[in-house]
């Protein structure tokens, strides 16, 4: 197991986003006492699993654009992971990408609630949500047994969207949406799709 964990935190997208996770964690700490910290923290993992389905399902499962750079953006993103599922650099997502968006929730955040900490904890939230996201993602894709019934059916679920159907199964560290959104098939009612491994 340790060289999977050394595997996975020496990537350089991981490596960044814990950089930022331990700093942000670093400066909520003083204030840790403070329901709304807690708070802030709790409402930044929400929003990044929820927004963990959504952007899979509708934006990283797009049909392939016409425009060029979307096109190239989103075979980056996900159209090649699909093609290459165990390629580890295209496994994790990248700074490039989720930087900026950290930024904007970041902004949104702080004008409403006018709290340079409340900020840094939601952002902080969303973040180590996400590392949550990688880590699961990546053991769905490496030969990682998980220990316990959840992960193991965290896997099953998301071998299924990559070698059964992409129709089906969005949610990398929870099924809720799925079940919430109807994208939730029993195994053996999904017909096998010709196109689970390529997209374009």
Not at 74 to 99: G, Q, S
Not at 126 to 153: D, F, N, S
């Amino acid at each position: 197991m340790s060289k999977y964990l050394k595997e996975f935190f020496s990537h350089y997208d991981v490596f960044i986003l814990c950089l930022f996770f331990s700093a942000g964690v670093v400066m909520t700490v003083p204030r840790v006492g403070e329901g709304r910290i807690w708070l802030a923290a709790v409402v930044g993992c929400v929003l990044f699993a929820v927004s963990e389905y959504l952007t899979h399902r509708f934006f990283f499962h797009l049909k392939p654009p016409k425009n060029r750079t979307l096109l190239q953006l989103l075979k980056r993103l996900h159209y090649d992971h699909h093609e290459d599922p165990d390629n580890l650099k295209l496994l994790f997502l990248p700074v490039w990408y989720t930087a900026p968006q950290f930024l904007l929730i970041g902004t949104i955040a702080f004008l409403i609630s006018g709290n340079a900490y409340v900020t840094i904890s939601f952002v902080t939230g969303a973040m180590g949500y996400q590392l949550y996201y990688e880590w699961k993602h990546y053991v769905a894709h490496r030969p990682i047994k998980p220990l316990t019934p959840w992960g193991r059916m965290l896997k099953k679920y998301h071998l299924l969207h990559h070698f059964k159907s992409e129709h089906y199964w969005y949610g990398v560290t929870n099924p809720v949406m799925d079940r919430l959104l109807g994208t939730m098939k029993d195994e053996k009612e999904a017909e096998k799709s010709q196109t689970a491994r390529k997209l374009l």
